[in-house]
């Protein structure tokens, strides 16, 4: 079982930054592939970015060169470093673990990107 915990969302002004993290509980962190997805009001959930265990990355089109995606595996942690912030990105952004069938998701966090 892992439980997995968001923070770092908030309000931003268009062209700010924020840092979202996720903080992960139990045991073998290393191995699972870590996301993060995001739903925006009246859409689909969709990814955002991924990291997998040997650090690769993969990064939707919309986000490439703006967010990084990385990993502490010592710390149990993946982050999401965003940048340029567009209104487009305002959303609840959800951290999610994935190992073969298994699967699990944050609460969530919001990301408002307002002025």
Excluded: H
């Amino acid at each position: 079982q892992v439980q997995l915990v968001e923070s770092g969302g908030g309000l931003v002004q268009p062209g700010g930054s924020l840092r979202l993290s996720c903080a992960a509980s139990g045991s073998f962190f290393s191995i699972y592939d870590m996301g993060w997805y995001r739903q925006a009001p009246g859409k689909q959930r969709e990814l955002v970015a991924r990291i997998s265990r040997d650090g690769s990355t993969t990064y939707i089109d919309s986000t490439k060169g703006r967010f990084t995606i990385s990993r502490d595996n010592a710390k149990n942690t993946v982050y999401l470093q965003m940048n340029s912030l567009e209104p487009e990105d305002t959303a609840v952004y959800y951290c999610n673990a994935r190992m073969s069938v298994l699967t699990y998701w944050g609460q969530g966090t919001q990301v408002t990107v307002s002025s």
